[in-house]
């Protein structure tokens, strides 16, 4: 019943910017925590940041400092701007929202991914 679709992602040189937007739709009641996961090739997927309803953020030490999470819970959209990119940014970025619908229980809910490579 809810879906989440990312866009941005991109090639980039090392110390470049990208914003990542991620929009949840379906019959929704109420949207708590969400957040920016990736996988690099080899790798477990890792939270990168994540943002509460009520605004409070977390980040994984690696992106602390370059990276911004950010919602509009009028629009359902969770934002990432990730500033000075490194090559060990590389990976697919997952959208995540934990999604309450109509007479249901919160659910974690996964976007399909957008590849961010960061590369000379």
């Known amino acids: 019943q809810v879906q989440l679709v990312e866009s941005g992602g991109g090639l980039v040189q090392p110390g470049g910017s990208l914003r990542l937007s991620c929009a949840a739709s379906g019959s929704i009641f109420s949207i708590d925590t969400m957040g920016w996961y990736r996988q690099a090739p080899g790798k477990q997927r890792e939270l990168v940041a994540g943002v509460t309803f009520g605004g409070s953020r977390n980040y994984a030490d690696s992106v602390k400092g370059r990276f911004t999470i950010s919602r509009d819970n009028a629009k359902n959209t969770v934002l990432l701007q990730m500033n000075s990119l490194k090559p060990e940014d590389t990976a697919v970025y997952f959208c995540?929202?934990?999604?309450?619908?109509?007479?249901?229980?919160?659910?974690?809910?996964w976007g399909q991914g957008t590849q961010v490579t960061v590369s000379p």
């Open positions: 995540n929202a934990r999604v309450r619908v109509y007479n249901g229980p919160y659910r974690d809910t």
